[in-house]
C-alpha cells in the first residue's frame, strides 16, 4: 500500500474511532442522566441520542459494537 492510501485509511478510522467515543461519552452521561430523573426529553435535547439507545440508557444497559456501529452509519 503506497503511502498516500495509508495516510488515506489512518484518517479514516482515527475519525471513526473519535466518532464511537463521542458516542459512548454522550451514551455515559445519558445514563447519568436518567439517574438524576431527567426526562427522555430533556436527555435527548442534551445528547442528540436516538430514542432507542436513550431507552437502553434508561435500562442502564451498555452498548453492544454492532449498535456503535449502526449509530454511526
Do not use: H, P, W, Y
Not at 430523573?37 to 437502553?56: D, P, R, Y
Request: with cysteine; aromatic share 2%.
Amino acid at each position: 500500500m503506497d503511502a498516500m492510501l495509508l495516510n488515506e485509511e489512518l484518517s479514516r478510522v482515527e475519525a471513526r474511532c473519535k466518532a464511537e467515543g463521542v458516542l459512548e461519552s454522550r451514551f455515559d452521561i445519558a445514563q447519568n442522566l436518567f439517574k438524576l430523573g431527567l426526562s427522555q426529553a430533556q436527555i435527548k435535547e442534551s445528547t442528540g441520542l436516538s430514542g432507542t439507545l436513550l431507552e437502553k440508557a434508561r435500562r442502564d444497559e451498555n452498548l453492544t459494537e454492532e449498535e456503535i456501529a449502526s449509530a454511526l452509519a
